[in-house]
């Protein structure tokens, strides 16, 4: 049985992405061969973590960068497979590139979640964002062409990415865990809740467009925002409509509480702003697993035959209409029609197959 690495590299401590890899390596406790390791800053850390290896951060960058990768450098002569989460404008990303395609047969495949290009665009402002765009082109480019393969959580990105013949690629999508679902209540009001969650909101979530719809359409329902809101939002009017709950950052058990009133979940409403019209969203999943269905104007991953995936534009009324009549569908029945469809340990299993099933040229 082939032995897999999955390594990723964060700055600072980002939940939605350490929750994934949690998962993942505790779904893939019975395939003993797979090994999953988030690198994170020492001083970024929280409390102890299944995944979370903690270093040493350097004042110089570069420094620390070289440190990451001499660290997941001594695995590849014991791996068969190694997955790597592909970073943006990591030119020391390149060197490690070329040295593990030199000195190890160990093949390197990369992890791809987002557009990198786009998300430099909207990270700088001009004209900076224009030439770092360029550099993150290129940098993409080099690595595209020195790994032996991409594994993409969408098929847009799958599309986006496969430039080189050489190349394998595969699908695997963002799953969540069965015994990770909420409880599950009757919902008592007859005013639909609906919920909106974000670590923060950031342009792609799309909540300008949302609070927008609400400022011109005056109609009965709850909307409960999860996450932290920038300044640049129109808070007067987040306080000021007794519509709108503002509940911040919340721990998982509260979260869980909140789920618990609502029928409906709101995915991000703005992707094209990313230059994507495809995503895998792990929030995506918490909310069908907490028994919500989901609204979201672009095509997830893995949920195209869901039926509690809600496609649509943005339209205040017809969201309203969505969650009414989730008031008459029990969350019992979302959980289980799509549990099969978003269980970690069974996305893993089918990643492990084909990875086991390729021959690397």
């Given at each position: 049985?082939?032995?897999?690495?999955?390594?990723?590299?964060l700055r600072t401590s980002v939940s939605g992405i350490q929750a994934q890899l949690k998962y993942e390596a505790i779904a893939t406790r019975t395939l003993c061969y797979?090994?999953?390791?988030?690198?994170?800053?020492?001083?970024?850390?929280?409390?102890?973590?299944?995944?979370?290896?903690?270093?040493?951060?350097?004042?110089?960058?570069?420094?620390?960068?070289?440190?990451?990768?001499?660290?997941?450098?001594?695995?590849?002569?014991?791996?068969?497979?190694?997955?790597?989460?592909?970073?943006?404008?990591?030119?020391?990303?390149?060197?490690?590139?070329?040295?593990?395609?030199?000195?190890?047969?160990?093949?390197?495949?990369?992890?791809?979640?987002?557009?990198?290009?786009?998300?430099?665009?909207?990270?700088?402002?001009?004209?900076?964002?224009?030439?770092?765009?360029?550099?993150?082109?290129?940098?993409?480019?080099?690595?595209?062409?020195?790994?032996?393969?991409?594994?993409?959580?969408?098929?847009?990105?799958?599309?986006?990415?496969?430039?080189?013949?050489?190349?394998?690629?595969?699908?695997?999508?963002?799953?969540?865990?069965?015994?990770?679902?909420?409880?599950?209540?009757?919902?008592?009001?007859?005013?639909?809740?609906?919920?909106?969650?974000?670590?923060?909101?950031?342009?792609?979530?799309?909540?300008?467009?949302?609070?927008?719809?609400?400022?011109?359409?005056?109609?009965?329902?709850?909307?409960?925002?999860?996450?932290?809101?920038?300044?640049?939002?129109?808070?007067?009017?987040?306080?000021?409509?007794?519509?709108?709950?503002?509940?911040?950052?919340?721990?998982?058990?509260?979260?869980?509480?909140?789920?618990?009133?609502?029928?409906?979940?709101?995915?991000?409403?703005?992707?094209?702003?990313?230059?994507?019209?495809?995503?895998?969203?792990?929030?995506?999943?918490?909310?069908?697993?907490?028994?919500?269905?989901?609204?979201?104007?672009?095509?997830?991953?893995?949920?195209?035959?869901?039926?509690?995936?809600?496609?649509?534009?943005?339209?205040?009324?017809?969201?309203?209409?969505?969650?009414?009549?989730?008031?008459?569908?029990?969350?019992?029945?979302?959980?289980?029609?799509?549990?099969?469809?978003?269980?970690?340990?069974?996305?893993?299993?089918?990643?492990?197959?084909?990875?086991?099933?390729?021959?690397?040229?």
């Amino acid at each position: 049985m082939i032995k897999i690495s999955h390594f990723t590299y964060l700055r600072t401590s980002v939940s939605g992405i350490q929750a994934q890899l949690k998962y993942e390596a505790i779904a893939t406790r019975t395939l003993c061969y797979w090994y999953t390791r988030c690198f994170i800053p020492l001083q970024s850390r929280q409390s102890k973590d299944l995944v979370c290896a903690f270093f040493r951060e350097y004042t110089n960058i570069l420094s620390t960068e070289f440190s990451y990768y001499f660290s997941i450098s001594k695995s590849l002569h014991d791996r068969h497979i190694v997955l790597l989460r592909y970073r943006p404008l990591c030119f020391v990303q390149i060197l490690f590139l070329c040295y593990a395609r030199l000195a190890y047969s160990s093949p390197v495949l990369l992890v791809l979640h987002a557009d990198s290009s786009a998300e430099v665009l909207l990270q700088y402002s001009k004209p900076l964002s224009l030439l770092l765009y360029s550099c993150e082109q290129l940098l993409m480019h080099l690595s595209l062409r020195l790994t032996k393969g991409i594994v993409c959580a969408t098929l847009e990105l799958s599309r986006r990415y496969k430039i080189f013949k050489h190349q394998e690629t595969y699908i695997y999508p963002n799953g969540i865990l069965p015994k990770n679902a909420y409880h599950h209540y009757v919902h008592q009001s007859k005013t639909p809740d609906i919920v909106f969650t974000a670590s923060s909101f950031e342009p792609w979530q799309g909540l300008d467009l949302l609070l927008a719809e609400l400022k011109i359409v005056d109609i009965p329902l709850r909307l409960h925002l999860i996450g932290n809101i920038p300044s640049k939002y129109d808070k007067e009017f987040i306080k000021g409509d007794p519509r709108i709950i503002h509940h911040g950052h919340l721990p998982p058990d509260q979260i869980a509480s909140v789920y618990a009133q609502c029928t409906i979940g709101i995915a991000s409403l703005a992707l094209h702003r990313q230059g994507l019209s495809e995503a895998c969203s792990l929030k995506v999943r918490d909310y069908l697993c907490a028994g919500l269905a989901v609204f979201g104007n672009y095509n997830e991953t893995g949920l195209e035959n869901c039926p509690h995936y809600i496609y649509s534009p943005l339209d205040i009324r017809l969201l309203h209409s969505y969650a009414t009549k989730y008031l008459r569908i029990s969350k019992g029945q979302v959980l289980s029609d799509s549990l099969p469809l978003i269980d970690k340990a069974q996305l893993c299993s089918s990643l492990h197959r084909e990875l086991s099933a390729t021959t690397y040229q």
